[in-house]
């Protein structure tokens, strides 16, 4: 596993459970708001590598304290590994939260039939016809990626779809063609934009205007 970054214990990124976040590096999306540039390049520096001996041996000490272990990116579906790591997560006892932008859904599929997935929170960025300009890509396969989002829905796994509400590129009638995108049996959830570290340098200019 490429690993870039590793948060110890969190009580905010996985419902109902104190956990570990482990970033994965790599990720195919380039959202103007991504606040986590450096986790994007598929080779990370070499100061933000992280072994995963190392995150398992410090998850392994903690895991009486943990609940449940997030795996979050990045886009960790782009790991080949990614269902081995997994596993070996599972077999610690602890309960395990996938992050994705769905654009794998073979991967889903997989993590889903072999059980090595407790809770999945995917990304639902933007009406389907502005999915390539808000992700950064011409190469975005919106077909897959509404193949992840049924497959999530009818997946009878814990879940929810997500949102980041970006007002500077997004407005109300985006949000409600969003918020029709989501099967009404699946839960959604809308998350607030920060600015400050946006992949796109004009929104961070823009959110220091509104401050001044
Ligand atoms: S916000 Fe977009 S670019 Fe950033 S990690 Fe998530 S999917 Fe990738």
């Known amino acids: 596993m490429k690993l870039a970054g590793f948060v110890p ?20 999306f380039r959202c103007p708001w991504c606040h986590n540039g450096h986790l994007l390049p598929l080779i990370g520096t070499v100061a933000g590598i992280i072994s995963e001996d190392e995150v398992m041996d410090v998850v392994d000490r903690r895991r009486r304290l943990l609940g449940g272990v997030v795996v979050s990116g990045g886009e960790p579906t782009l790991q080949a590994d ?45 009406p389907w016809h502005q999915y390539s300009l808000l992700t950064g890509t011409d190469e975005c396969d919106i077909n897959a990626v509404q193949e992840s989002l049924a497959l999530v829905a009818a997946s009878g796994v814990p879940h929810q779809f997500r949102t980041t509400r970006v007002d500077p590129l997004l407005d109300e009638v985006d949000y409600a063609e969003i918020k029709r995108q989501i099967p009404e049996s699946s839960p959604h959830v809308w998350q607030d934009f920060r600015s400050a570290y946006s992949l796109d340098p004009s929104l961070r200019a823009e959110a220091a205007a509104v401050a001044r």
């Open 82 to 126: 990614l269902p081995r790591f997994m596993l070996r997560l599972k077999e610690l006892g602890l309960s395990v939260k996938l992050d994705t932008n769905g654009t794998r859904p073979a991967v889903l599929k997989l993590l889903i039939a072999e059980s090595l997935v407790d809770y999945i929170a995917m990304d639902v960025k933007a």
């Open 9 to 28: 214990l969190s009580l905010c990124d996985y419902p109902g459970q104190v956990a570990a976040v482990v970033f994965t590096q790599g990720c195919n």
